[in-house]
């Protein structure tokens, strides 16, 4: 964007004032006018020094005897030198040819972790998938605060239940809104990870049955399976 406004600034004002005038600098400007051509690679020379093919091939039946088949290069290295008094190629060297045959991997055993999918939870109608969050308001006066509890339909968007307290209470009770929910609909609840949002419980009439302790299937966090996924979303209205 700024290259574009420096070329429409040249045929008025020139290169270099418009380059200063935007902060660019005109170095830039010049090579991306005229950038350079990447030539040939050139081929590497072979070094004076290098294996020769019938000294590569030997090198190469060492390692693939029934003497070193189960030996490093490292190993190989240092009992041709100690015992044989032998000394054909360098360890690197070693490892290059056995690489280039396609030889040459990690050996070690690698811990691989397989690709995580982020649990995520689905509501597909109403009263399937319900989800609660804890907001912070400030109160009349300094230092005063109160915290908003909102239980919404993750399908529909609907308010369920809502309550303010003066302060986080593991025993309050939601304002349920709307129709009682029948017995045999049993929503999910979906609250964030923390210790307010396991100890707490909705407990209108109706609205969520007993505390947790009274019943095995009403816990307020609950482990999302893999195979649900999950549209959760709190509009900003809420806060």
């Given at each position: 964007m700024i290259?574009?406004?420096?070329?429409?600034?040249?045929?008025?004002?020139?290169?270099?004032?418009?380059?200063?005038?935007?902060?660019?600098?005109?170095?830039?400007?010049y090579r991306r006018r005229c950038p350079s051509e990447p030539g040939p690679k050139k081929p590497r020379p072979k070094p004076a020094r290098a294996l020769s093919a019938e000294e590569r091939q030997k090198v190469l039946d060492t390692l693939h005897s029934e003497r070193f088949?189960?030996?490093?290069?490292?190993q190989v290295w240092a009992t041709l030198l100690d015992v044989d008094q032998l000394y054909?190629?360098?360890?690197?060297?070693m490892y290059r040819l056995l690489a280039e045959q396609g030889e040459s991997r990690e050996r070690r055993d690698q811990?691989?972790?397989?690709?995580?999918a982020k649990p995520q939870l689905l509501a597909t109608r109403p009263n399937e998938l319900w989800s609660w969050d804890i907001t912070k308001l400030l109160g009349p006066a300094k230092w005063t605060y109160f915290y908003l509890y909102v239980i919404l339909d993750v399908f529909s968007r609907y308010v369920v239940g809502w309550t303010i307290q003066h302060r986080e209470s593991a025993g309050c009770v939601f304002r349920r809104s709307g129709p009682p929910i029948p017995n045999e609909v049993r929503p999910l609840?979906?609250?964030?990870?923390?210790?307010?949002?396991?100890?707490?419980?909705?407990?209108?009439?109706?609205?969520?049955?007993?505390?947790?302790?009274?019943?095995?299937?009403?816990?307020?966090?609950?482990?999302?399976e893999p195979s649900r996924r999950a549209c959760l979303g709190w509009p900003s209205c809420v806060a």
């Open positions: 290259e574009q406004t420096v070329e429409d600034l040249t045929p008025l004002v020139g290169t270099y004032p418009a380059c200063r005038a935007l902060g660019v600098a005109p170095a830039t400007i088949v189960d030996c490093s290069p490292d054909l190629a360098s360890v690197r060297t811990l691989v972790h397989p690709p995580y609840f979906r609250g964030e990870v923390g210790r307010r949002f396991r100890s707490m419980w909705a407990a209108d009439s109706g609205a969520c049955g007993p505390p947790p302790s009274e019943r095995s299937d009403a816990g307020v966090e609950v482990r999302p």
